[in-house]
RNA sequence: GUCCCCAUCGUCUAGUGGCCUAGGACGUCGGCCUCUCACGCCGAUAACAGGGGUUCAAAUCCCCUUGGGGACGCCA
């Protein structure tokens, strides 16, 4: 029957041969049975959306829907009228793809003699390809987002700012959004979900962040991202400190987390990138960082301004610039061309670390 | 197919008839800063879907077209 009315161009539903029979309601042990809502076949339905407006459908577009399953079982639309009724819910927001939805339960709570609540319907989210965001675009439980590394914070500022807006303003505290938030600026279209935005204000709320507020997700992301990696150790460091170190350069706790390793292993079990060795620790160079290697070895304290003084007057002494030694430096500590403020790492990684990176670097 | 909804830079959006030569943000591209990578700062790029009205005046109001989304279950 649906089949045939959609092949006619007609909208499938109900062809009403037990609508005017009058029958009571089955009885319950009269199973097979389903129970249907007498919809009006004229006037239109009509509601003020509290984000689009008034609605109005005509109602001989509604179908006389089922209330009561065969089973007995009550319908959806029944349910959340009736749930809602009792709950005292006096506003109902939800998203777009209720809007259909709405005139139907606008009928079930007149039939029942029920205050209808207000209606709000908020724009769908859609994937990059514009269709209604669904698996196929991307792990989007709010969960996952987790696992990948995003603030709540940041995840509730991004979704909050998507399709909604108070003037120019992107950053959000979420008392701010307790306070500004209003139907009235609430858009009417559907907007594409955008992970690099995402990513950029989730970068915000990393610098924005207290070390100590990232320590335990830090911590958990590590334990993630490493539990098949032995050589890391969370205790070789102060994590706090490498959080100050990687606030500016990561974009989520992963990012983080994937670039504090350099931190987190020995020397021994530090990975040196083979074309930065071959590139940086020449010959020269390591001469120069054997000489720089033992005024390390006698510095007073080991601190980033005792580290960063000691430098310079190492390369005013050597008669060279900075950049002549930074990068074999920081490959010879690092292992790698791109990491923090060299003295900065130095500091965190402590002596011990730092002597024990330039033994194995001038080795290698 | 039918019904409902929607339509400003690539994306999120500001804009509620004159303040719009259309603003901000992400992205992208340049530059500055600089021990690398980032951060930061400066600059550039780029949009009112099209066509008709209404009006002294339209991104803003109305209509049509086109495009997009959603809904069409004894699912929720």
Known sequence: ???????????????????????????????????????????????KDM???????????????????????PTYNLAVVADDHDMGVTHVLR????????PRQITVYRALGWDVPEFGHVPLILGPDKKKLSKRHGALSAME???LGYLPEAMVNYLARLGWSHGDQEVFSRDELIRLFTTDNLGS??????????????????QQAEPGQLTDGLSEMIAQEFKDDPAVKQDSV????????????????????????????GSKDLEYDEKAVEK?????????????????????????????????????????????????IRVSITGVTASPGLFET??????????????RALSL
């Open 280 to 328: 940086f620790l020449t010959p020269e160079a390591r001469e120069l960082l054997a000489t720089f290697r033992e005024q390390l070895a006698g510095l007073d304290s080991f601190d980033e301004e005792s580290l960063d003084k000691l430098g310079h007057g190492f390369i005013e002494a050597q008669g060279i610039k900075f950049k002549a030694i930074a990068q074999p």
């Open 51 to 73: 984000v689009k407006g008034p609605i109005a459908v005509d109602a001989a577009e509604l179908d006389d829907m089922i209330l009561r399953r065969a089973d007995g079982t």
């Open 145 to 147: 987002y987790k696992t």
């Open 346 to 359: 130095m500091a965190v990684l402590g002596r011990d670390e730092t002597l024990a990176r330039m033994d």
């Open 189 to 206: 279209s559907p907007s594409v979900f955008d992970t690099q935005k995402l990513d950029w204000l989730n970068a915000q709320y990393i």
């Open 95 to 102: 998203g777009d793809d209720h809007v259909n939805n709405t």
């Open 238 to 265: 102060k994590l706090s400190d490498v959080i100050r170190l990687l606030q500016p350069r990561a974009k989520t706790l992963k990012d983080m987390a994937q670039q504090a390793r350099i931190f987190l292993v």
């Open 1 to 47: 029957m649906r089949e045939k009315a959609r092949a006619e161009g007609r909208k499938p539903k109900y062809d009403g041969s037990c609508r005017d029979k009058g029958l009571g309601p089955p009885n319950d042990g009269e199973p097979g049975h389903v129970v249907r809502l007498k919809t009006p076949t004229d006037g239109t339905i009509a509601y």
